[in-house]
């Protein structure tokens, strides 16, 4: 599946998203400042969270409250390797039930075993986005 949107039309995209993801780990591939956080912010809004979303390029992850759940939103971009990630617990989060949306997931794709849908973000030669959402079921 292929989306293309403008920076006004990210509430659409991101309906659409959810609409069509089956899994509740969402993985976000993009270069930098293709739009990956300002997607993740319109997704957890239209989850039902009410907490400010930003990014959590320093802190790593961020914790956002729904009403009987939590979305766990990671920037993996400052991690070096896995071991930095298991040093902050990843695999609790993973392990977890809960939304998980991450950026720069490549960085810990050898430890995802889990269904989760992958979402690549493009820009086009009119900075519009180009979405491509593609399911994934693993198992290790």
Not at 22 to 47: A, E, R, W
Not at 61 to 83: M, P, Q, S, T, W
Not at 127 to 135: D, F, T, Y
Request: net charge negative; charged share 30%.
């Amino acid at each position: 599946m292929n989306i293309r949107y403008g920076l006004n039309e990210v509430e659409q995209a991101a309906k659409h998203l959810l609409k069509n993801s089956k899994s509740k780990t969402l993985l976000f591939y993009g270069g930098m400042g293709v739009g990956k956080t300002t997607l993740i912010k319109t997704i957890v809004k239209l989850l039902g969270s009410e907490d400010e979303v930003s990014s959590p390029t320093f802190s790593i992850v961020n914790e956002y409250k729904l009403k009987d759940e939590k979305i766990y939103h990671f920037d993996l971009y400052r991690i070096n390797d896995l071991e930095e990630a298991y040093n902050f617990g990843i695999e609790d989060y993973l392990d977890s039930e809960y939304w998980k949306l991450i950026e720069w997931p490549e960085k810990i794709e050898s430890i995802l075993y889990d269904d989760f849908d992958c979402i690549e973000i493009k820009l086009d030669t009119e900075n519009n986005r180009i979405l491509s959402l593609n399911k994934t079921e693993t198992s290790q």
